[in-house]
Every structure is written in C-alpha cells, then in structure tokens.
C-alpha cells in the first residue's frame, strides 16, 4: 500500500504541488507505524484512514477506490471499505452504486447511523419509496445520527420522522 502512496505521489506532480506535504506526512506516519503484534489494531487503521481519505479530498476519486481496495487487502473491515468505496461514488453523484454499497455495509454493521443516512440520501436522490427512505432516515436517526442536509424536513412533514425531530432539534443541522 505504501508502494502505491509514493506511486501516486510521484505520478501526479502537476495536481499535487500544494497537497504534496500533506500527503508525504500521512506516508511518513504510515513508515513509521510498526509492524508487530504489540500495536493497537486500531491506531494502524486510523493512520491507513487518514492517508485514504486524504486522497479522497483530493478528488481523485479513482486512485481512493484503488487505495480503498489495497485497504481491504490488508485488513480494513468489509463494512468500512463497502461505505469508503460507496462515499467515492456518492461524491461523484452515482447514487445507485453507492446505494448498493451503502446497504451491504448497513447489513453488516445496522446500528451505524452515518451508514443509514447516506443510504437515506441515496435512496431520496434515487426517487425511491417515500416510506423506505423514512425508515432509513429513522433508523441513522435513532442510532444518534444528525438529520441529513440534503434531504429537506418539509420531506418528512406530517409523518412520525416530523415528531421525533422536533423532539431532538440538535439532530437537524
């Protein structure tokens, strides 16, 4: 995965004159980031993370689907790679892929609100059933997730959605 780190890095010098330091410090915390059994699981992924979606900001969309694979190689969860690769999708407007994305990393892990909100946002996008957007919205909702801002609360006016964000007013932003 570094390999491909340096690859892009070096193969993209035009798009990446101010970004450059940016990511040659994500790689240098990669470097550095021990390969034995006494390190934490968890921070290894937040630097894996933080490197892949430092990519991602960068709106090369393609080379983070790459590095997203390279992270489910070594180790990055179904669910969490399933959303990673489905957000790639959903910034560049392909809803119906990142739908697909988006339920299967739901199925795995239901109680992720960020999950169930995007789903939600694609599923509005998409004109798909007002009722199965609600549930989704309901279920991000309940699981502590903020009312998303692409979907407008005139939306869910006069169905149960409408109580349960007038009782939590912080869940809309």
């Known amino acids: 995965m570094l390999m491909i780190l340096f690859f892009y890095s070096c193969g993209n010098q035009d798009s990446f004159q101010h970004e450059d330091q940016g990511l040659n410090t994500k790689v240098n915390q990669l470097d550095n980031v021990p390969n034995n059994a006494s390190l934490d699981s968890v921070k290894r992924q937040v630097f894996v993370d933080s490197a892949l979606y430092y990519l991602l900001d960068l709106g090369d969309h393609e080379m983070s ?4 694979d390279s992270a489910r190689m070594a180790g990055m969860s179904r669910h969490n790679y399933d959303y990673s690769i ?6 560049e407007n392909e809803y119906l892929r990142a739908m697909f994305l988006f ?3 739901l199925d ?6 960020k999950y169930a909100l995007r789903l939600a946002e694609c599923y509005y996008f998409l004109n798909k059933e007002k009722n199965l957007i609600i549930e989704t919205l309901k279920q991000g909702l309940l699981n502590g997730g903020k009312y998303p801002e692409n979907i ?6 006069g169905t149960e959605l409408e109580d ?7 869940s809309v932003h």
């Open 65 to 68: 689907r790459i590095m997203f």
């Open 86 to 91: 489905g957000y790639t999708f959903y910034i």
């Open 103 to 105: 339920e299967r990393a």
């Open 108 to 113: 795995e892990e239901p109680n992720n609100p």
């Open 152 to 157: 407008p609360t005139t939306f869910v006016k």
């Open 164 to 170: 349960l964000i007038n009782k939590n007013l912080d």
